[in-house]
């Protein structure tokens, strides 16, 4: 007999009894068994069959048997034998007979064998997708960091098939694929579905509901487009992105636009998108992103005019004679961004007859600070809507995000941490990168210490799907699904779009400086169109007869824009912030006025009673019990009142006149320093009462009292961006304690202090800073 070792390790390289799998028969004994999964179970018949064969089935006795005769395994798939059968792999290298003799490649052969096949695809198939459009990925130097980019369990040899079973047929519901399919054709399924130009991360998301709901969608024979309609649909889409760049680099070749030139088509997939979304009940979506591609958003995805964008690059948008009208009188001027900053609001029309009302958030040049006041803005929305879930959906926040920047900054991580938070949860972003495999003259493999941008995503459950930019189709078919997620499921999702940055950093820039053999191939690439219209040429979806007529009509309607952006006026109110809720407050220029906001003594004293008292049968704690009676009673006496009281009276008071209070911040309910207790905790449940939500004096408005996440720049934007959506409410941020808020120092120089001045975006923070730090 040979030892316990040697016979277990030839466990994992025997191989299956023949047949592999009758047609549509009965499973083999023992086919399923042979794989490290099931060692421990092995290992315990093994040892009764040492003991006593008699005791084991027979079958069982025959098979450890076979293992003791030292049966030799057959030789594994190789990859010249894959290539001859049509299934192209460039990983079938990396399954060799040395692996096999060395115990690396699995024996579960058969039904066995299949699924863990199938799974393999699932679960790494993104690994060999073909998502770079620039085919550079050798180039990266991966493997110094231990990331080899290849997994070898996708060759069909590494779960123990040989040669001869390509052509065997397995029973199989995957795909489309009929019931009984080859090997040879269920490996090219796969590689169809999970390595193609959409690569798909969602096996590590834990509940099996959604894990079903996106395979069934990505395996859909239905998922990419294949008809006339929706393939011109597209090809239109993407020319209006392109053709915008195009004109703009004719016009102004030596001026920063920071154009998506390379990534055009994950702009047309973010209208797909909201256009799949206004579907299922999407009314407004709010975006926020960095320069990359700014200007390309705002004209087609959020519709600002081409002539005013063109106005703007002409400077013919000043009307002079008012400005210096305005500037004798001391009226409201502000001192204006560059173009690639500023943000708008405008209702875009579907094709499908929707209605959605866009909104892109101005923006500094501090990349992802945008993230969390695009989300504080779309949950003001979702709760003046009535604050449900399903108000939540109608409400999509889509956040872009640069390759190197979603990677880098920590702020990403306190956008993400926020997502299933109460009181900060806005039902599910979008998230894109705009993957152009640099940032700004950094190599990714210098940018970040994974092999995706994206990595970050996966640790709070994301689907990602990762998709080359050079496939319109296929990234349309990702947006869409991201979507029908957000929509379904009411949660974030990434996609990842593989493009290249055609130009420097901006325009003007030199990019071979650093990147001399990334520009060499991007100089001789193709342009995204270019790539498309041959694929729909070739497949005879469209003539070049209606390619050059979409492009024709195209580059007529931006030429005609340009000439009459000579004789643009722009609106009175600029057609952006100012003119909507905010209209008639206060202006810088405004003289300072004392306005009366006293309350009527005997109102306060009716308000401080109701927040000393709890339901009957609720349990405070002895101190709180202690606090709230000196509180009444200082109430009562009408003479001294601590900071805490006065707060919560104002509050209440403003509650009672109709308008929302909401106060986040580290420790808030309680208070830092345990002088608020504006919700109690019962002592004996633990069960929460909000004094400030039970006045029962008459109608009042919401308040929100919400410890936040242990974070201050990512909170603050949040707030911030609430603020943004309602004059009358009275939103608050509190820093925990001493200077923490210098956390947060960049939200504050950028959007709260300069804000106004350079957008016009005017908001009613109250930031409370314990100390006076800032």
Known sequence: RCSRAAALARVARLPARPPLLAPLGRRNFHEDVASSTNTLYLESLYTQYQADPSK???????????????????????????????????????????????????????AGG????????????????????????????????????????LDPA????????????????????????????????LRSVYCNTVGIEYMHIGDLQKLDWIRTRVESPDFLPKDKTRLSKIYSELMKVDTFEQFLNTQYKTTKRFGVDGGEAAVAGVNAAIEKASEMGVQEVVIGMPHRGRLNVLTNVVGKPLVQMFAEFKGTHYDFENLVQKSEND???????????????????????????????????????????????????????????????????????????????????????????TEFDVGGTIHVIINNQVGFTTDPVDDRSTMYSSDLGKGFGLPVLHVNGDDPAAVTSAFQLAAEWRQTWGQDVIVDVICYRRFGHNETDAPEYTQPVLYKQINKHPRTHAVFEEKLLASGVMSQAELDSVKGNLWKQHEEAFKEADSFKPDEDMGNWVATKWEGYVRPTDKAQSHPTGVDLELLKSIGAKLCAVPEGFKLHNGLKRQLKKKLEDIEGGETIDWATAEALAFASLLLEGNHVRITGQDVQRGTFAHRHCVAKDQ??????????????????????????????????????????????????????????????????QFVSAGEHKWLQQTGLVMLLPHGYM
């Not at 699932?122 to 060999?128: L, T």
């Not at 990925?137 to 960091?145: F, I, L, P, S």
């Not at 001869?164 to 269920?186: E, H, M, P, Y």
Request: net charge negative; hydrophobic share 40%.
């Open 114 to 153: 299949l699924q863990n096949l199938i799974r393999a695809y699932q679960v790494r198939g993104h690994e060999a997708a073909s998502l770079d459009p620039l085919n550079l990925h050798a180039w990266r130097h991966w493997e110094e960091k231990g990331i080899s980019g290849t997994a070898p369990e």
């Open 684 to 749: 004996s449940t633990g069960e929460d009462f909000c004094f400030l939500n039970n006045l029962d004096l008459g109608p009042q408005e919401t308040f929100i009292a919400r410890n936040s996440i242990l974070s201050e720049y990512g909170v603050l934007g949040f707030e911030l961006g609430y603020s943004y959506e309602n004059p009358r409410a009275l939103v608050l941020w509190e820093a925990q304690f001493g200077d923490f808020a210098n956390t947060a120092q960049v939200m504050i120089d």
């Open 56 to 110: 084991l089935d027979a079958k069982w006795g025959d098979y450890f048997a076979a293992v003791e005769a030292g049966k030799k395994a057959e030789p594994p798939l190789s990859g010249a034998a894959l290539r001859e059968a049509g299934i192209e792999t460039r990983l079938a290298a990396a399954v060799t007979s040395g692996q096999a003799a060395a115990g690396l490649v699995a024996t579960s052969s058969g």
């Open 331 to 421: 009226d409201w001027l502000f001192a204006g961004d560059v173009k690639y900053h500023l943000g708008t609001s405008n209702m875009r029309e579907f094709s499908n007859g929707k209605s959605v009302l866009a909104t892109l958030e101005a923006n500094p040049s501090h990349l992802e600070t945008v993230n969390t006041v695009t989300l504080g803005r779309a949950r003001a929305k979702q709760y003046y809507l009535g604050n449900t879930a399903e108000t939540r959906s109608r409400v999509m926040p889509i956040l872009f995000h640069g390759d190197a920047s979603f990677a880098g900054q920590g702020v990403c991580y306190e956008t993400l941490q926020l997502a299933h938070v």
């Open 158 to 189: 590494y779960h123990g098939f040989s040669e001869k079973d390509l052509d065997k047929t397995f029973q199989v519901n995957f795909a489309g694929l009929n019931t009984s399919s080859t090997l040879r054709d269920i490996v090219a399924a």
